[in-house]
């Protein structure tokens, strides 16, 4: 099982980037998947996750209305478009293995992370 992140980068304040996680091992629709990220010296905040459950896609405040979560199963990846970025969404983004399809909250994979940065 891998999952591998890319589509960081520098971004100014109100820019966009997407995000895209490749999946390998397992079908992507089988699973919930998730973003999270992480600032040096903080904890790791959960940010999207869309899975086959009632609920198909959840997100923490901060970003709702600004990033979209999706995934393409017949590419087996896994996507974030994040628009409207604000200084304090820099971090580095992991993408996530749920252990089921729906959500449990409990992740078995995790990928190596991609930088976002977002600075003028």
């Known amino acids: 099982v891998q999952l591998q992140a890319s589509g960081g980068g520098l971004v100014q304040p109100g820019g966009s980037l997407r995000l895209s996680c490749a999946v390998s091992?397992?079908?992507?629709?089988?699973?919930?998947i998730a973003w999270f990220r992480q600032v040096p010296g903080k904890e790791r905040e959960g940010v999207a996750c869309?899975?086959?459950?009632?609920?198909?896609?959840r997100y923490v405040d901060s970003v709702k209305g600004r990033f979209t979560i999706s995934r393409d199963n017949a590419k087996n990846t896994l996507y974030l478009q994040m628009n409207s970025l604000k200084l304090e969404d820099t971090a580095l983004y992991y993408c996530?293995?749920?252990?089921?399809?729906?959500?449990?909250?409990?992740?078995?994979?995790w990928g190596q992370g991609t930088e976002v940065t977002v600075s003028s």
């Open positions: 996530t293995r749920d252990r089921a399809g729906y959500f449990t909250g409990t992740y078995d994979y």
């Open positions: 091992g397992f079908s992507l629709d089988d699973y919930a």
């Open positions: 869309i899975g086959n459950g009632y609920v198909k896609t």
